[in-house]
């Protein structure tokens, strides 16, 4: 999924995103208030906010993404581990809290529970037909049997397998995968979903594609699955 991180202490913030993009997130990463906050509308998945920051606070970027209307999950960091500090981030609107020093297995599970109620998921596991996504350990089996998929493939299978028979522009699924620094367009997407299609052979499902819109799953009837693709006559 796609993170705005907004932390000034680069070694952490290097770390953090180093992390993350490990287990298949996409981290934009900001040092000061007043640059971040011509980014909060971007349509990221998830806000990591650290407290102390140049220019403008970690509370005032929290108060401007709620004044906006923005529902986006914000998860607060902060070296001060003072109960009023973290009463005043969760009555501005903050998801959750973390102290630093903080253990990454931690930062990853709260990660984790943000992005899952923010999809109306109780677990970890997602599943679509007989396809089955573990957000924890970014694998996806199907009819039980593992797919090989890379850390991109995962995470634009988990966006579409999440909304079955919503429609995702070309544009959003760029903004969602990657990053500023990334130059993708829309032919990058054509190439992961075309991958995605040659890998999902046998499931309960098809993405199909609709001209000048987007890219749509769609559930198959019960006991029907998707054909291995045609192969061109020689």
């Known amino acids: 999924m796609r993170i ?7 070694d952490v913030a290097e770390a953090i995103i180093a992390h993350l993009s490990r287990i298949g997130h996409t981290v934009d990463w900001q040092s ?3 640059d971040a906050a011509r980014l909060v509308t971007d349509p990221y998945d998830l806000l990591i906010l650290d407290v102390m920051l140049p220019q403008q606070d970690g509370f005032s970027l929290l108060t401007r993404v709620r ?11 902060t070296a001060c581990g003072e109960i009023e500090e973290r009463v005043r981030a969760l009555d501005l609107g903050a998801d959750d809290y973390l102290v ?3 253990d990454f297995r931690e930062l990853e599970a709260r990660i984790r529970v943000l992005l899952r109620r923010s999809g109306g998921e109780a677990t ?3 599943n679509c037909a007989n396809l089955t996504i573990d957000r924890k350990s970014r694998t996806a089996v199907l009819d039980g049997r593992p797919l090989e998929l890379t850390r991109r493939e995962v995470t634009l299978l ?5 909304r079955p028979g919503r429609i995702f522009g070309k544009d959003e699924l760029i903004d969602r995968l990657f990053s500023v620094d990334d130059t993708p367009n829309a032919n990058t997407v054509e190439q992961y979903v075309g991958r995605l299609r040659k890998k999902l052979t046998g499931a309960g499902f098809e ?3 609709l001209r000048g819109l987007g890219y749509q799953l769609v559930l198959l009837p019960a006991g029907a699955t998707t054909a291995a693709p ?5």
Not at 67 to 77: A, D, I
């Open 207 to 209: 993405i199909r594609t």
């Open 100 to 102: 630093k020093p903080f």
């Open 158 to 162: 988990e966006i579409i397998a999440a």
């Open 67 to 77: 004044e906006k209307g923005l529902s986006t999950p914000v998860l607060m960091l």
């Open 4 to 10: 705005l991180l907004v932390e000034d202490t680069a």
């Open 230 to 234: 045609t192969l061109p006559q020689p």
């Open 124 to 126: 970890n596991l997602l």
């Open 32 to 34: 000061k208030g007043n």
